[in-house]
């Protein structure tokens, strides 16, 4: 029996029957987060630093806009990683504060690169010219580890 006899009396209808039956070699897979954090996840910053923010109670729309737009200036502070401000997502937990106004998320390599956003003058102006429009500010500083 020649080769191709041999595969096709035996070794094709099997392949035929695989094929039918969904199955497939197996496939490589990526790792699950479990296994391992996604590759921008484990690159630097090295440090996050969270600050919340609560208007006056009076507070108008006007003063919302203002206080945003300060925020805003904090951007261009040169140490920063990562920068992000928005408003609460009223996600409906028990666990969640949705009370504050604004929250800004910024990330910075180290510490050290913290350290110089508190003291830049863009930081230093924000805090003086700002500072009226909230009641509460709430910041949490996280290593990343």
Same mark, same amino acid.
């Given at each position: 029996m020649?080769a191709?006899?041999l595969?096709s009396?035996?070794? =094709?209808p099997?392949?035929l029957? %695989? ?6 070699? /197996?496939q490589?897979?990526?790792?699950s *987060?479990s #296994? ?13 630093h969270?600050?919340?923010?609560w208007?006056?109670?009076d507070?108008?729309e ?10 805003r200036? =904090?951007?261009?502070?040169?140490? %920063?990683?990562l920068?992000?401000?928005?408003t /609460? ?5 028990e *666990?969640? #504060? ?7 998320l910024?990330?910075?390599d180290?510490?050290?690169?913290q ?5 830049d003058?863009?930081h230093l ?6 500072k009226?429009?909230?009641t509460r ?9």
């Amino acid at each position: 029996m020649t080769a191709f006899r041999l595969f096709s009396a035996c070794l =094709l209808p099997v392949a035929l029957l %695989l094929a039918a039956a969904g199955c497939t070699a /197996p496939q490589p897979q990526a790792p699950s *987060v479990s #296994d391992s954090n996604p590759p921008a996840m484990n690159a630097a910053p090295g440090f996050i630093h969270m600050v919340y923010f609560w208007m006056k109670e009076d507070a108008t729309e006007a003063d919302k806009a203002q206080l945003l737009q300060g925020i805003r200036t =904090l951007g261009s502070i040169s140490t %920063l990683r990562l920068f992000h401000v928005g408003t /609460p997502a009223m996600t409906p937990r028990e *666990v969640v #504060d949705n009370t504050y106004a604004f929250g800004l998320l910024t990330a910075f390599d180290d510490k050290a690169g913290q350290d110089a956003y508190q003291v830049d003058p863009v930081h230093l102006a924000f805090v003086e010219q700002y500072k009226h429009l909230w009641t509460r500010v709430q910041i949490y500083d996280t290593l990343v580890e």
